[in-house]
């Protein structure tokens, strides 16, 4: 009887096991990786000349679809630095440094409506002279819905430092202007 017992008790075991392993995961890795930045690029909308963009760094990140078809994305050991200038004029510098997680959430399948958030130091520019004009740290999220004509941003969470000023962003173009 008790061997009976045992070898039952050993059955459950390895039923309970395989099904728990078995089981569909909530949300299975889909892609994942590390990534080496060197990036130039133009910004337009700040100033009223074109700015140049040019980045240098790294990223670890992994993305993800749950079993709603949602994609979530996390990019993690954030570690990038980044100059901006007039295009044409790359002897006037001003460098930003971004740290910290970041990532999006889709809230529906087709990536109309997502939440964005960013934990960290994700900009901050100092102009010698003003001293710091833009910065931002701490926690932020922010909820977008495009699903209509036009987007509509809703900050869901806005923690730490916030210095991202009409007033700042008039003090870099006059810094940075040809």
Request: one cysteine or more.
């Amino acid at each position: 009887m008790k061997k009976i017992a045992m070898i039952l008790s050993i059955f459950v075991i390895a039923a309970l096991a395989v099904l728990f392993f078995s089981a569909p995961a909530q949300a299975s890795v889909k892609d994942r990786g590390t990534e080496e930045i060197d990036d130039t690029w133009d910004a337009y909308g700040y100033c009223e000349f074109i700015l140049t963009a040019h980045q240098v760094g790294s990223l670890k990140w992994s993305g993800y679809t749950d079993d709603e078809g949602c994609y979530h994305f996390r990019i993690s050991d954030v570690n990038f630095r980044q100059e901006i200038y007039a295009q044409g004029y790359p002897d006037k510098v001003l460098k930003l440094r971004f740290q910290g997680p970041f990532g999006w959430d889709d809230l529906t399948p087709d990536g109309s409506v997502w939440i964005e958030w960013m934990k960290g130091q994700w900009q901050h520019i100092t102009i010698p002279g003003y001293g710091t004009v833009l910065g931002r740290a701490g926690n932020l999220a922010v909820k977008w819905d495009c699903s209509g004509d036009e987007c509509i941003v809703d900050t869901l969470k806005l923690v730490g430092l916030n210095m991202y000023t009409p007033e700042g962003v008039e003090a870099m173009c006059d810094y940075l202007r040809p």
